[in-house]
């Protein structure tokens, strides 16, 4: 399967910030039907989406958790997307996956890990 390169994430303490970024390759980043985004996965609980980009209008879609704290962006010419998190809560804590899928799908928490996943941590 393809896989998309991820790299960020680590551990801060709450109110903290982290920037997660994934590069895809030109036939993923390219393909209109692609929405670029994240999910989370914490031991225990329910996969979480977190935020996706439609990559030919860059219109960005947040979990309602994360709304007003994370920003997802991109970068047309390196082909990545990025995630900047903001105001970091213990809750926010998991292993951060990036995919790419139909849009709806990612930040819904439906979409398929397309990379080995990154861990976040975020202590009280």
């Known amino acids: 399967r393809v896989q998309l390169v991820e790299a960020g994430g680590g551990s801060v303490e709450a109110g903290g910030s982290l920037r997660l970024s994934c590069a895809a390759p030109?036939?993923?980043?390219?393909?209109?039907?692609?929405?670029m985004g994240w999910f989370r996965q914490t031991p225990g609980k329910e996969r979480e989406g977190v935020a996706e980009?439609?990559?030919?209008?860059?219109?960005?879609y947040y979990a309602d958790s994360v709304k007003g704290r994370f920003t997802i962006s991109q970068d047309n010419a390196k082909h990545t997307v990025y995630l900047q998190m903001n105001n970091l809560k213990p809750e926010d804590t998991g292993t951060y996956y990036c995919?790419?899928?139909?849009?709806?799908?990612?930040?819904?928490?439906?979409?398929?890990?397309w990379g080995q996943g990154i861990q976040v941590t975020v202590s009280s």
């Open positions: 980009i439609y990559i030919v209008s860059g219109t960005p």
């Open positions: 030109t036939h993923i980043y390219s393909n209109i039907i692609y929405c």
């Open positions: 995919a790419a899928d139909r849009c709806g799908t990612v930040v819904s928490g439906r979409a398929q890990p």
